[in-house]
């Protein structure tokens, strides 16, 4: 079983608004992933948490913040987003961090910020 | 600087044709893995196949196969009597095992978006 789940699906909200992105995974996956992809482009690392750390923060505006609760659940919380950060939001989950593990990824959050 | 590239934007085909993506990677490390993923329509990247730098075997599964080069750095893919439901964007990815700052990293190419019509 090599499924990664995410909610909601579609999320459309305001610029004032506080949401939050959720992902989910029983493979006993140690690291976690969140990407950000926008149309016709290539998923653009987040964030990395490995054992509920975070490991990896590639620079990401404050306005999103992870959360990591335990090894299975990862979160991502939306606050005062920017029309630009309408995108595909995807989770992914892997063994470890290490290179040579494979990253599975979730269906995505589409996200639209009016 | 991009360490993968995906020069095909798109391809079309009609079904039943044989399509071939191509990928070529730059890297200095002697261990990395090279990955493809396809992403349908509704968005969820799928997992097809991972390749370590110390294994040049072609592979074969089903209807795809891959032939890695690292002479050429390339890893190319190919969709054999392609069907509808292969229309998807496929990406080609490089995970990199010893230069520090991309460690850990799956580093993606653009993209190429086959297009297979009946």
């Known amino acids: 079983d090599t499924e990664v789940t995410q909610t909601p699906k579609h999320l459309v909200m305001g610029m004032t608004n506080k949401k939050s992105l959720k992902c989910e995974q029983h493979m006993g996956h140690r690291a976690m992933y969140w990407y950000k992809q926008k149309a016709k482009k290539p998923p653009e690392l987040m964030f990395v948490?490995?054992?509920?750390?975070?490991?990896i923060n590639e620079s990401v505006p404050s306005r999103f913040s992870p959360e990591c609760p335990n090894s299975s659940l990862l979160n991502l919380h939306l606050h005062a987003l920017q029309p630009e950060d309408s995108a595909l939001y995807l989770c992914?989950?892997?063994?470890?961090?290490?290179?040579?593990?494979?990253?599975?990824f979730g269906p995505g959050t589409r996200l639209l910020v009016l | 600087a991009q360490k993968v590239t995906q020069a095909q934007t798109e391809i079309s085909v009609v079904e039943k044709e044989d399509v071939t993506l191509d990928c070529v990677y730059e890297t200095r490390d002697t261990t990395y893995y090279l990955f493809w993923y396809k992403q349908p329509p509704s968005g969820e990247l799928v997992f097809l196949i991972r390749?370590?730098?110390?294994?040049?075997q072609n592979e074969i599964s089903g209807r795809y196969s891959w032939n890695f080069q690292k002479s050429t750095s390339s890893f190319n893919f190919t969709i054999t009597a392609s069907q509808v439901v292969d229309s998807a964007v496929y990406f080609c990815a490089l995970s990199e095992a010893e230069t520090t700052d991309s460690w850990g990293k799956l580093q993606f190419g653009a993209g190429t978006q086959v297009v297979v019509t009946p």
């Open positions: 948490y490995s054992y509920e750390k975070l490991s």
């Open positions: 992914a989950s892997s063994q470890d961090d290490q290179s040579r593990e494979t990253q599975y």
């Open positions: 390749r370590n730098s110390f294994d040049e």
